[in-house]
Protein backbone atom coordinates (compact mmCIF):
# COMPACT_ATOMS: atom_id res chain seq x y z
CA UNK A 1 0.00 0.00 0.00
CA UNK A 2 1.12 3.34 -0.45
CA UNK A 3 0.12 5.58 2.19
CA UNK A 4 1.73 8.93 0.21
CA UNK A 5 -1.63 9.00 -1.72
CA UNK A 6 -4.09 9.97 0.94
CA UNK A 7 -7.13 11.22 -0.76
CA UNK A 8 -9.68 13.64 0.45
CA UNK A 9 -13.06 13.64 -1.62
CA UNK A 10 -15.25 16.62 -2.46
CA UNK A 11 -18.79 15.58 -3.07
CA UNK A 12 -21.58 18.28 -4.02
CA UNK A 13 -25.27 16.95 -3.00
CA UNK A 14 -28.07 18.80 -2.50
CA UNK A 15 -26.42 22.54 -3.09
CA UNK A 16 -23.97 21.61 -0.22
CA UNK A 17 -20.09 21.14 -0.75
CA UNK A 18 -19.40 18.23 1.51
CA UNK A 19 -15.43 16.90 2.23
CA UNK A 20 -14.79 13.23 2.60
CA UNK A 21 -11.61 13.33 5.15
CA UNK A 22 -9.12 15.87 5.19
CA UNK A 23 -5.58 14.29 4.73
CA UNK A 24 -2.46 14.61 6.64
CA UNK A 25 -2.35 18.68 7.46
CA UNK A 26 0.40 20.91 6.99
CA UNK A 27 2.64 22.02 9.81
CA UNK A 28 2.02 19.16 12.07
CA UNK A 29 4.41 17.50 14.14
CA UNK A 30 4.37 13.25 14.13
CA UNK A 31 6.77 11.94 15.79
CA UNK A 32 6.15 8.24 14.85
CA UNK A 33 4.84 9.28 11.52
CA UNK A 34 7.92 10.90 9.54
CA UNK A 35 6.29 11.09 6.60
CA UNK A 36 3.38 12.85 7.59
CA UNK A 37 5.58 14.84 9.70
CA UNK A 38 5.60 19.07 9.09
CA UNK A 39 3.86 19.03 5.89
CA UNK A 40 3.83 21.77 3.59
CA UNK A 41 1.76 20.69 0.85
CA UNK A 42 -0.69 22.45 -1.75
CA UNK A 43 -3.50 21.05 -0.24
CA UNK A 44 -6.13 24.12 -0.40
CA UNK A 45 -4.74 25.16 -3.82
CA UNK A 46 -5.55 21.89 -5.37
CA UNK A 47 -9.25 22.23 -3.60
CA UNK A 48 -9.25 25.67 -4.98
CA UNK A 49 -8.46 23.73 -8.40
CA UNK A 50 -11.80 21.40 -8.13
CA UNK A 51 -14.06 24.90 -7.54
CA UNK A 52 -13.74 24.86 -3.54
CA UNK A 53 -12.79 27.51 -1.12
CA UNK A 54 -12.82 26.93 2.17
CA UNK A 55 -15.32 29.29 3.28
CA UNK A 56 -17.50 27.41 1.03
CA UNK A 57 -17.13 23.88 2.59
CA UNK A 58 -20.59 23.04 4.86
CA UNK A 59 -19.61 19.57 6.13
CA UNK A 60 -16.88 17.28 6.94
CA UNK A 61 -17.15 13.85 7.42
CA UNK A 62 -14.02 12.16 9.35
CA UNK A 63 -14.43 8.32 8.22
CA UNK A 64 -12.43 8.32 11.45
CA UNK A 65 -9.70 9.84 14.09
CA UNK A 66 -6.49 9.05 12.76
CA UNK A 67 -3.79 11.27 11.86
CA UNK A 68 -4.18 11.25 8.04
CA UNK A 69 -7.88 11.82 8.33
CA UNK A 70 -8.18 14.60 10.11
CA UNK A 71 -5.03 17.10 9.33
CA UNK A 72 -6.71 19.41 7.26
CA UNK A 73 -9.69 20.00 9.95
CA UNK A 74 -7.48 22.82 10.75
CA UNK A 75 -4.68 25.27 9.77
CA UNK A 76 -1.92 27.17 11.73
CA UNK A 77 -3.24 30.95 12.15
CA UNK A 78 0.12 32.31 13.77
CA UNK A 79 0.90 29.81 16.79
CA UNK A 80 -2.86 29.00 16.93
CA UNK A 81 -4.47 26.09 15.46
CA UNK A 82 -7.69 27.05 14.05
CA UNK A 83 -10.60 25.35 11.81
CA UNK A 84 -9.52 25.48 7.78
CA UNK A 85 -13.18 25.51 7.20
CA UNK A 86 -15.13 28.02 10.10
CA UNK A 87 -18.38 27.48 7.92
CA UNK A 88 -18.52 23.74 8.38
CA UNK A 89 -20.22 21.53 10.25
CA UNK A 90 -17.84 18.86 11.09
CA UNK A 91 -19.07 15.10 11.77
CA UNK A 92 -17.31 12.90 13.63
CA UNK A 93 -18.42 9.13 14.87
CA UNK A 94 -18.50 9.28 18.63
CA UNK A 95 -16.67 5.79 19.44
CA UNK A 96 -13.39 7.65 17.37
CA UNK A 97 -13.84 11.23 19.66
CA UNK A 98 -13.48 8.80 22.77
CA UNK A 99 -10.77 6.47 21.76
CA UNK A 100 -8.46 8.97 20.55
CA UNK A 101 -8.58 10.79 23.52
CA UNK A 102 -5.08 11.61 24.84
CA UNK A 103 -5.72 9.70 28.28
CA UNK A 104 -6.59 6.52 26.49
CA UNK A 105 -3.86 6.54 23.75
CA UNK A 106 -1.49 4.46 25.81
CA UNK A 107 -4.62 1.72 25.55
CA UNK A 108 -4.62 1.73 22.46
CA UNK A 109 -2.65 -0.24 19.38
CA UNK A 110 -1.98 2.78 17.11
CA UNK A 111 -0.66 4.60 20.41
CA UNK A 112 1.49 7.64 19.82
CA UNK A 113 1.09 6.98 16.01
CA UNK A 114 -1.99 9.51 17.01
CA UNK A 115 0.26 11.80 19.30
CA UNK A 116 -1.07 15.11 19.07
CA UNK A 117 -3.58 14.42 16.39
CA UNK A 118 -6.59 15.06 19.39
CA UNK A 119 -4.27 18.70 20.35
CA UNK A 120 -3.71 19.57 17.04
CA UNK A 121 -6.72 18.74 14.88
CA UNK A 122 -9.83 17.49 17.34
CA UNK A 123 -9.60 20.15 19.64
CA UNK A 124 -9.89 23.09 18.43
CA UNK A 125 -13.24 22.31 16.17
CA UNK A 126 -14.58 20.79 18.92
CA UNK A 127 -13.82 24.47 20.97
CA UNK A 128 -15.31 26.47 17.67
CA UNK A 129 -18.46 24.25 18.22
CA UNK A 130 -18.44 22.96 14.73
CA UNK A 131 -18.28 19.22 15.72
CA UNK A 132 -21.16 17.01 15.65
CA UNK A 133 -20.65 13.70 16.61
CA UNK A 134 -22.76 10.27 15.96
CA UNK A 135 -23.38 7.37 16.74
CA UNK A 136 -24.94 4.38 15.01
CA UNK A 137 -25.75 5.28 11.65
CA UNK A 138 -26.16 9.01 10.47
CA UNK A 139 -27.82 10.13 7.58
CA UNK A 140 -26.60 13.03 5.45
CA UNK A 141 -29.67 14.20 2.77
CA UNK A 142 -31.53 12.51 0.26
CA UNK A 143 -27.80 11.25 -1.28
CA UNK A 144 -25.52 9.96 1.54
CA UNK A 145 -25.36 8.23 4.69
CA UNK A 146 -22.62 7.62 7.35
CA UNK A 147 -22.85 3.69 8.25
CA UNK A 148 -20.58 2.09 10.79
CA UNK A 149 -17.83 -0.21 9.97
CA UNK A 150 -15.44 -1.04 13.49
CA UNK A 151 -12.31 -2.44 13.35
CA UNK A 152 -9.31 -0.32 11.66
CA UNK A 153 -10.60 1.95 14.81
CA UNK A 154 -13.65 1.64 17.16
CA UNK A 155 -15.74 3.81 15.37
CA UNK A 156 -14.23 3.62 11.75
CA UNK A 157 -17.46 4.42 8.75
CA UNK A 158 -18.15 4.25 5.32
CA UNK A 159 -20.13 7.21 3.50
CA UNK A 160 -22.72 5.09 1.06
CA UNK A 161 -23.61 7.37 -2.01
CA UNK A 162 -27.15 6.60 -3.54
CA UNK A 163 -28.09 9.18 -6.29
CA UNK A 164 -30.02 8.00 -9.12
CA UNK A 165 -28.64 4.90 -10.30
CA UNK A 166 -25.68 5.55 -9.10
CA UNK A 167 -24.29 3.82 -6.00
CA UNK A 168 -20.59 4.67 -4.43
CA UNK A 169 -18.67 3.57 -1.02
CA UNK A 170 -16.16 6.03 0.68
CA UNK A 171 -14.29 3.71 2.02
CA UNK A 172 -12.11 5.23 4.43
CA UNK A 173 -9.45 2.57 5.42
CA UNK A 174 -11.10 -0.52 5.56
CA UNK A 175 -8.60 -1.40 2.83
CA UNK A 176 -4.96 -0.06 2.01
CA UNK A 177 -4.12 -2.06 -0.92
CA UNK A 178 -6.00 -3.37 -4.06
CA UNK A 179 -4.20 -7.47 -2.62
CA UNK A 180 -6.91 -6.96 -0.28
CA UNK A 181 -9.57 -7.58 -2.58
CA UNK A 182 -8.99 -10.90 -3.66
CA UNK A 183 -7.47 -11.58 -0.34
CA UNK A 184 -9.74 -9.83 1.77
CA UNK A 185 -8.81 -11.48 5.11
CA UNK A 186 -5.30 -9.11 4.83
CA UNK A 187 -5.14 -6.56 7.12
CA UNK A 188 -2.83 -3.62 7.63
CA UNK A 189 -0.78 -3.23 10.97
CA UNK A 190 -3.11 -0.41 11.93
CA UNK A 191 -5.90 -2.19 12.94
CA UNK A 192 -7.50 -1.86 16.23
CA UNK A 193 -9.42 -4.74 16.02
CA UNK A 194 -8.08 -7.20 13.54
CA UNK A 195 -11.11 -9.53 13.39
CA UNK A 196 -13.93 -6.82 13.41
CA UNK A 197 -11.83 -4.99 10.52
CA UNK A 198 -11.84 -8.61 8.50
CA UNK A 199 -15.72 -8.34 9.25
CA UNK A 200 -16.31 -4.70 7.94
CA UNK A 201 -13.82 -4.81 4.43
CA UNK A 202 -16.46 -8.17 3.65
CA UNK A 203 -19.63 -6.69 4.25
CA UNK A 204 -18.09 -3.82 1.97
CA UNK A 205 -17.19 -5.70 -0.47
CA UNK A 206 -20.35 -7.69 -0.28
CA UNK A 207 -22.59 -4.45 -0.54
CA UNK A 208 -20.70 -2.59 -3.30
CA UNK A 209 -20.71 -6.43 -5.65
CA UNK A 210 -23.98 -6.39 -5.01
CA UNK A 211 -25.18 -3.06 -6.08
CA UNK A 212 -22.58 -1.76 -8.42
CA UNK A 213 -21.18 0.60 -6.48
CA UNK A 214 -17.73 2.17 -6.82
CA UNK A 215 -15.40 1.56 -4.27
CA UNK A 216 -13.77 4.79 -3.12
CA UNK A 217 -11.36 3.80 -0.11
CA UNK A 218 -8.27 7.07 0.95
CA UNK A 219 -5.34 5.34 -0.13
CA UNK A 220 -5.51 3.98 -2.98
CA UNK A 221 -2.69 5.11 -5.57
CA UNK A 222 -3.56 5.80 -9.25
CA UNK A 223 -7.18 5.98 -10.52
CA UNK A 224 -7.86 5.52 -6.73
CA UNK A 225 -11.10 3.48 -6.94
CA UNK A 226 -13.07 0.41 -8.09
CA UNK A 227 -15.98 -1.54 -8.69
CA UNK A 228 -15.84 -5.30 -7.67
CA UNK A 229 -17.96 -7.90 -8.33
CA UNK A 230 -18.04 -11.68 -6.97
CA UNK A 231 -15.98 -14.44 -7.62
CA UNK A 232 -16.48 -18.27 -6.05
CA UNK A 233 -16.75 -17.12 -2.78
CA UNK A 234 -14.44 -14.24 -3.09
CA UNK A 235 -14.55 -11.07 -4.87
CA UNK A 236 -12.30 -9.46 -7.59
CA UNK A 237 -11.59 -6.04 -9.20
CA UNK A 238 -14.17 -5.63 -12.32
CA UNK A 239 -13.33 -2.21 -13.37
CA UNK A 240 -10.92 1.02 -12.19
CA UNK A 241 -12.83 4.45 -12.09
CA UNK A 242 -12.10 6.65 -14.90
CA UNK A 243 -11.06 9.25 -13.49
CA UNK A 244 -7.38 9.60 -12.63
CA UNK A 245 -5.33 11.58 -10.18
CA UNK A 246 -3.96 15.14 -10.28
ZN1 LIG B 1 -5.49 6.35 6.61
Sequence with gaps: PSLRTTQSWVVRSEGRVILIDTGAGNGKYRPLQPIWSYLNTDYLGNLAAAGVEPEEVDLVVNTHLHDDHVGWNTRLDGRDWVPTFPNATYLMPRPDVEYWHPENLPRTRFGRGNQNVYEDSIDPVID???????????VIDANLRLAPAPGHTPG???????SGGDR??????????AIQVPEPHLNSCFEED???????RARMYAYAADHN???LPAHLPGHGAFEIRRRGAGFEISGWAPFSRT
Design 128 to 138: AGLVRTWDGSH
Design 156 to 162: SSVVHLE
Design 168 to 177: AVFAGDLLHG
Design 213 to 215: ALV
Design 194 to 200: EDAARAS
